[in-house]
């Protein structure tokens, strides 16, 4: 069993490097990647550790795109080793414009009565702080009950305190991973909202032209029937087939580590599979 989409404390996630490669080897999966937000430090500082536990650590990032106006979270896998530096370079540049978000929400939700500061979130979440833990200090705060209230009330695109950030367009995003020797996947696209599965079938098609490897089949949030979906688009545009628990920690209590909410059981020869495609670099 493995895992190919996690999180730790240096994005939104509640676990250290260090703490989520023993809960995956407690767990024992035979892989891990880390995919956090906008930073390679998560994978940086784990791999000390997942060397001492016989774990095969790959590394991973997740990123937030625009793709015809919506978001859309794109994967990325560097599975014969790091990326260059100029792909590090790029990714203080995604930091940089979350930061700017960060500056004008916290002014959005002093608006609507909501006292969050920025340097309070920026406490928590570092450089990579987000709308989690704007979410965490409002529950603490009394202003909502749940992290999940926060975001439908607040924070979800469609919720009153929402506010935008700049975002690399998708097809440039694969560019980028692509031309650091990473393989490319859409993540959790569900979550994309097509209810008309042509309309789906049509943007999968335009992000298979633009460069995209692979796509997220396997999810939390993914029933069998989106898993039957999917499978059938990575089949009809040559795709590879990617999974994971989108596992947060604390943030998300109901997703296990390489089991979601209890469906999930992704096999080693996912990671193997898609290894054939890594491009060489």
């Known amino acids: 069993m493995i895992d190919l989409h996690t999180h730790t404390n240096e994005s939104d996630g509640t676990y250290s490097p260090q703490e989520l490669v023993d809960a995956a080897s407690a767990a024992g999966l035979e892989a891990?990647?880390?995919?956090?937000?906008?930073?390679?430090?998560?994978?940086?500082?784990?791999?000390?550790?997942?060397?001492?536990?016989?774990?095969?650590?790959?590394?991973?990032?997740?990123?937030?795109?625009?793709?015809?106006?919506?978001?859309?979270?794109?994967?990325?896998?560097?599975?014969?080793?790091?990326?260059?530096d100029g792909f590090r370079d790029?990714?203080?540049?995604?930091?940089?414009?979350?930061?700017?978000?960060?500056?004008?929400?916290?002014?959005?939700?002093?608006?609507?009565?909501?006292?969050?500061?920025?340097?309070?979130?920026?406490?928590?979440?570092?450089?990579?702080?987000?709308?989690?833990h704007f979410a965490r200090i409002m529950v603490e705060k009394g202003y909502v009950s749940s992290i999940q209230q926060a975001f439908d009330e607040y924070l979800d695109e469609s919720a009153k305190g929402y506010v935008d950030r700049q975002e690399?367009?998708?097809?440039?995003?694969?560019?980028?991973?692509?031309?650091?020797?990473?393989?490319?996947?859409?993540a959790h696209p569900v979550r994309l909202g097509y209810r008309d599965p042509e309309k789906l079938r049509a943007s999968v098609s335009e992000m298979r032209q633009a460069g995209l490897s692979a796509i997220e089949v396997y999810h939390s949030d993914h029933g069998p029937a989106e898993v039957a979906q999917y499978l059938e688009l990575a089949r009809e545009f040559d795709l590879g087939v990617t999974g994971g628990s989108d596992f947060h920690g604390d943030v998300k209590p109901g997703v296990e580590l390489g089991r979601g909410p209890g469906t999930l059981n992704i096999p080693l020869s996912v990671l193997e599979r898609l290894r054939e495609r890594q491009p060489q670099v």
Request: charged share 25%.
């Open 168 to 186: 690399p367009e998708l097809t440039a995003a694969v560019g980028r991973i692509r031309a650091a020797g990473g393989l490319s996947s859409i």
């Open 90 to 132: 790029w990714l203080s540049e995604m930091q940089a414009t979350r930061r700017d978000r960060n500056v004008r929400l916290a002014a959005r939700l002093a608006s609507l009565g909501i006292d969050v500061s920025l340097e309070e979130v920026e406490r928590r979440g570092r450089s990579l702080a987000g709308r989690p």
């Open 32 to 84: 891990l990647a880390i995919s956090d937000h906008d930073t390679l430090a998560g994978y940086d500082a784990a791999q000390p550790r997942a060397r001492d536990k016989g774990l095969d650590l790959v590394c991973g990032i997740e990123l937030s795109t625009k793709f015809h106006g919506r978001t859309a979270h794109l994967l990325g896998y560097f599975l014969n080793g790091l990326p260059a």
